[in-house]
């Protein structure tokens, strides 16, 4: 993160070495213009140095502009875009380490081609304003890349399960009750649990849990099963033993107001579903269940009761290990929600390793591939085939239309929580090539289903789609955009 100090400094380098070189000045020359050293001008123009009042002066008179000029958030109409970026919370607040990124580098690639880097500025700009975009967009597309960045696997977040299961007198693996983390939390945080007063607020129906700081008190919400009461109270004790004080206090964060806040919310739940499912336990029953033959959905309902998880915390949990221990990498992990009488669907969650996999998150009101595993799912759920107790579970090989990109999709659905008459799905999907063969023996069984499909009906050309829910009508305007310019080029 950049301190406020720093974005000035780099604000007035910038300012200097831009109107330098549009005066056609070396440093040699502005700096005797200016009456300052070639060396201390070249660590003003580097943001690392801020002048006096005097030198400010005589290096505004000798670039030809005033002093407020130097020293204020103003600049020219070509500058302004970058001035407005450095100085914005954004930039203030992003973490650009975790990406290998210095702000040195950052201010070298803004100072060195202003004019260019500006129009890129301008038009992102533009972009998130047409589109509505908010910072929280921008912080939550910058967390799932930095998930991809790393595989989705954080050593020193596993490291800490270990450390806290150790320090806590623990087993090293196994499961944890509720009774078991409720003690943790009395005894190491003098924390209470109280699950029944959140539930009388009308306003908190939509949140799953509560801490108040002053009270040393975990409200968590009523009707919860054991596993999400479970995930809720390893992920207070993991704010707690990694003492991630840029926190939020609701399960939802009500306002993604930071990246660091958003991070450690990642990082508290990452740690909860590692300490509920230990890392090398869960990588010996990932294999007993890949090296079958055959495709058994009881397979997944076991490891559901095993670790007493959720459907959604299983599922996330494979995406960090099949890329660390398994060597697979190309995979993709979607939440679906289906609203009351089925004709739409969201994907309230997204995660991509290695490339943007199909499929992805429409923005434009689309309508998903109704022969998605995960939405046939969520149909059947409707149906009453599944309880809050026992999820349905099936798996599909989908071919995605007009690519070479075949992903073994596993899946499960169950109702909402808040709201029963939805239903939700969870799935993850793996590229189908050499490597998940190796471990995923059943992925070429006849027991898997195999289907055509694409990421929405608008953009679809399948032939005759029994599932199709409008027409085509994006592939239709590009056809029609393609006879045009054949039309054109026959003339």
Partial sequence: MVDQQSIIKMIFGFKAKYLRQQHGLSLEELAERAQLSKSYLHEIEKGKKYPKVDRIHSLAKALGVDYDYMVSMRSSKKLQPIVDLLSSDFVKEFPLQLF???????????????????????????????????????????????????????????????????????????????????HLLAEAYHISVDYERMGHSAALKLQRSYFKESTRTLFVNTGLSSAQKNFLLGRELAFQFLA?????????????????????NFKASYFSVALLMEEMGMVADLQSFAKQYEWRPDGMHELLQKYNATPEMLLQRWTNLLPQHFGIKDLFFIRLVGAKGLQHFRMTKELHLSQMHNPYANQLNEHYCRRWVSVNLIKQQKTGGATARLPLVDAQISAYWQTPNRYLCLSMAKPDFHYPERGISVTIGLLINEQLRRHFRFVDSSSVPARLVHTTCERCGIADCEARAVAPVVLEQQRRREQIMQAGADL
């Fill in 100 to 182: 290998g990124i210095s702000p040195e580098k950052l201010f070298e690639l803004f100072s060195n081609t202003p004019d260019k880097v500006n129009a890129f500025v301008t038009t992102i700009f533009k972009i998130t304003r047409n589109y509505q975009m908010e910072r929280e967009h921008f912080y939550m597309a910058a967390l799932r890349s930095y998930q991809d960045l790393h595989d989705n696997y954080f050593p020193d977040l596993e490291q800490a399960v270990r450390d806290f299961r150790s320090e806590m007198g623990l087993p090293p693996k196994g499961p944890l009750t509720t009774a078991q983390l409720e």
């Fill in 244 to 264: 991630l004080e840029e926190r939020p206090y609701f399960t939802r964060i009500i306002e993604v107001d930071s990246f660091e806040r958003l991070l450690n």
